[in-house]
Each structure stands twice: as structure tokens, then as C-alpha cells.
């Protein structure tokens, strides 16, 4: 009997030492996965409580956890409201990642826990309103009853829905929002925002300042094959570079977004998998080099990191949108652009419209036809431009539509030669099996766009 104690006071022991000693070694040295997983929730939850005015444990239960990543269920957030800081860790205090919120820039993840430098942006500008005109100029909007029976369809807005505006013929006829989210919450785009920085790159193209056939990129790349690899290139998705995007893991991608300061430094120096131009692979790297490309070509950094809101942005009246940096100040032009549902539908309205607004043209012509143009290698489905472009078993809709998509149900469906926007965000991962084109299918029916 004693001996039989005596080992299982030995095993409690042992198994205490061990739990206690596992806990020391992974607060000591953190596997880079549970650094991502708190760069990943310190980002969000400091994103939607500075930017969109959201609760942070709500944030924290329905943006970060509802999914159901067993790991990112332990992650616990510490708000500091007068810094403008967000630390995460699992079970708040092991693995810990942060991420801080600067005026006009949003929220940056500071990997390395180093202070963010201020900087001091120009004051954007507002459209002066008189009276109560119709949107985009005003708040006005003239919804058609037609479209607002789709959008009481719960099965077609799906899951998780946060917004669906419709703007046909530069109104909007129609929108809907989730219980929590109204016209004036910014919401999350992730990857549509790759279509905004390519925008971005067509402002300085039509000024002259870059060019598709732009090569010898990046100093990095001066001195082997990669700097062949042309400005065209990385906007179709065929750079050749071999960027991981699995997100299941720590692969380049997390590594980029959550656990490098420089995010760019660390995609440059990424090697050549194929030749330039030779085969299609979805890269958020190459949408961040080509952040820090175009604002290389600016020069000044606080200049370029008031670009967007000067020569997109405030011309359009997106005076909600906002496109975070990383701690080096380079955009993530990948993922990180927050705006309302109304301002996401002005920049779909601007596509649709050729890039022209007001009557001034921002990007050149024959630029948005290339975001309807299959590149060489995609079998159809992206476009030479940063966006997508409808499947062939997709619901039927103008031959002209492309779309712009995001992580998580984000999705923007242009449809020039009708005219027609609709824009629909959400918090729907793809598990769920919803299909946002069955959506965009019945808003065409509705407007008369495709036959009934």
C-alpha cells in the first residue's frame, strides 16, 4: 500500500512538474503559432474597437473564436484604451502579440513589441453637403421594392451577413444590415482590398509614374532572375515567386501578416519557384510588394502613407475608409482595409464606371478592363488586375462581371455594362458553403438585368 502511494504521489508530482514546466517553456519560447494566433486577435479586436467603435469582448467572442479555432478559444485580450493598444496571448499571458491603433492609419501588429512612430497625416477632406441629396453625394437613397425583397431572403444574403448594399444605375436601391451593424460601420475587406491597391497603382499610372512593363522592382532583386519580373506580372498573380498562402499553419502568408514587422523585407526575400509570367499563384506577398513598390515611387513616407485618402479615397467621399501599415509603414495592401458598406459600394461604383468619377478619370483607360480579363494561366478564374472572375457554372449574369473577394464571405460583384454594384460583407467562412452568387443573381433578375 505504501509503495502504491508512493507511486502515485510520484506520477501527481511528475505530471505537475510537467504541466508547470510545458507552461514555463512555452511562455519562455511561444511556438510561432501561438504568436500568430495573438497577432491574429490582437489585430482584430484593435481594429474593430478603434475603428469601427465595437465591443472588444465581442469582438473577441464572434470575429476571433465563433469559428472555432481550438487555439484562438483560449486567446484572451487586454484593452488599453488611452494607448490605443490591444495585447492578446493565449489565456492572456503566454505567446503574447500586440497591436496598436495610430490616427488615420488604423491598427499596425507590433511583433517585436517595439513603439509605433506617430506621423502626422494631412486632414482628409469632406464632401460639403447641402440639404440631403442622393447617395454617393449625399445619404439619399431610393430603394426599390423589388430589391428589397431579395435582401429579406436570409438564404441569399447568408450566413453571418453584416451588409449587402445594391447600387444600380449610381443609386442605391437596396440594403440590409446584421443585428449590430449599420451604414456607419467600417467593416473588413481582407483580400478586396488587393483590387483597391492595384486602384492605387493606376492613379500613379495614369500620372506617369509606373508602368505594367516596369521591371527591376526591388533592390533585393537586382542581382538574380527575379528582377524580370514585371510590374504585370504581380498584378496578374504570375510572378513566379513561391509564396506559400496556406493558412493553416505558420506558412509565409500568417509568418507575413502576423509575425514579421516588415512585411515587404520579408516577401522580397522569397525565391523564384517557375519563370516570371509563366504560371498563376494567389499571393497576399505580391500585393504587399506592390504596396511597397508604388510607394517607393512616392518616395516621402508620410507623403505615400497619405496617398490613398488624397487620390482615391477623398475624391470618391470614402471618408470612412481606412488602409492599415505594417510596423515598418508599408500598407498591407494584401488585406487590411476597413470601410463601410456604402464606401465599399462607392469604389464598385467607381469600377463600373471605368475608373472615371464626376467626370474626372482617376485611372487610365483600358485599366478596370483588365480586372475583366482572364490572366494567361488561371483556367479563367483571375483576372490580369486583382480580381476574380465568375465561374462557368456560375449564376448566369453579364458577360462583363468580375468580382472583387475576400476571406470570410467579402465579396463585391461589378457589373459594368448594367450598371449594377452589390456589395456584400459578412463573417461567413467558406466551411458554411455559402455561394454569393446566388445572391448577385437574384439582385440581376430583380433590376432586369438577366431574364426572369
Not at 509503495?3 to 512538474?17: F, N, P, Q, S, W
Not at 526575400?269 to 499563384?281: H, K, M, Q, V, Y
Amino acid at each position: 500500500m505504501r509503495l502504491m502511494k508512493r507511486i502515485v504521489t510520484g506520477t501527481a508530482a511528475a505530471l505537475v512538474l510537467g504541466i508547470v514546466g510545458g507552461l514555463a517553456w512555452i511562455t519562455i519560447a511561444p511556438p510561432q503559432l501561438l504568436r500568430v494566433g495573438s497577432g491574429y486577435a490582437a489585430k482584430i479586436v484593435c481594429s474593430n474597437v478603434f475603428l469601427a467603435g465595437r465591443d472588444p469582448q465581442e469582438v473577441l467572442a464572434s470575429d476571433v473564436q465563433a469559428p472555432g479555432n481550438p487555439l484562438l478559444l483560449m486567446m484572451r485580450v487586454t484593452v488599453d484604451r488611452d494607448a490605443g493598444r490591444v495585447d492578446a496571448g493565449l489565456l492572456g499571458f503566454i505567446g503574447t502579440n500586440q497591436a496598436t491603433n495610430r490616427p488615420g492609419l488604423g491598427c499596425t501588429v507590433s511583433p517585436d513589441g517595439s513603439a509605433l512612430p506617430q506621423v502626422a497625416l494631412p486632414p482628409r477632406s469632406s464632401p460639403s453637403v447641402d440639404g440631403a441629396p442622393a447617395w454617393p453625394v449625399g445619404q439619399g437613397v431610393e430603394r426599390d421594392p423589388r430589391v428589397m425583397a431579395v435582401l429579406e431572403d436570409k438564404a441569399l444574403t447568408g450566413p453571418g451577413m453584416r451588409a449587402v448594399v445594391v447600387v444600380k444605375n449610381g443609386r442605391i436601391v437596396g440594403e440590409a444590415y446584421g443585428e449590430g451593424f449599420s451604414k456607419d460601420t467600417p467593416l473588413l475587406g481582407w483580400s478586396m482590398t488587393k483590387t483597391v491597391n492595384a486602384a492605387l497603382i493606376g492613379t500613379l499610372m495614369i500620372s506617369g509614374r509606373m508602368s505594367l512593363g516596369d521591371r527591376d522592382l526591388l533592390p533585393a532583386w537586382s542581382n538574380d532572375k527575379r528582377r524580370e519580373i514585371t510590374l504585370a506580372n504581380l498584378l496578374a498573380m504570375e510572378s513566379g515567386l513561391g509564396f506559400n498562402e496556406n493558412y493553416g499553419a505558420v506558412a509565409d502568408v500568417t509568418r507575413m501578416l502576423y509575425l514579421e514587422p516588415d512585411m515587404a523585407a520579408f516577401t522580397a526575400t522569397i525565391p523564384l519557384e517557375a519563370d516570371p509570367g509563366s504560371r498563376f499563384s494567389y499571393s497576399s506577398g505580391s500585393s504587399v510588394l506592390l504596396s511597397k513598390i508604388w510607394m517607393d515611387r512616392i518616395g516621402d513616407r508620410a507623403e505615400a502613407l497619405g496617398y490613398p485618402s488624397r487620390a482615391l479615397f477623398d475624391p470618391l467621399g470614402m471618408t470612412s475608409a481606412v488602409v492599415e501599415p505594417d510596423a515598418a509603414g508599408t500598407f498591407a495592401g494584401s488585406s487590411y482595409l476597413y470601410a463601410t458598406g456604402r464606401d465599399w459600394a462607392r469604389f464598385g461604383l467607381f469600377l463600373a464606371r471605368d475608373g472615371v468619377w464626376n467626370g474626372l478619370r482617376l485611372l487610365p483607360e483600358g485599366f478596370v478592363h483588365l480586372m475583366q480579363e482572364p490572366n494567361a494561366h488561371s483556367n479563367g478564374r483571375f483576372s490580369k488586375m486583382q480580381t476574380w472572375l465568375p465561374k462557368p457554372d456560375d449564376v448566369a449574369m453579364p458577360a462583363d462581371t468580375f468580382y472583387l473577394q475576400g476571406h470570410d464571405g467579402q465579396t463585391i460583384a461589378v457589373m459594368p455594362s448594367a450598371d449594377l454594384v452589390v456589395v456584400r460583407l459578412g463573417l461567413t467562412p467558406r466551411s458554411l458553403g455559402y455561394e454569393p452568387g446566388l445572391l448577385f443573381g437574384a439582385v440581376a433578375k430583380a433590376t432586369g438585368v438577366v431574364g426572369l
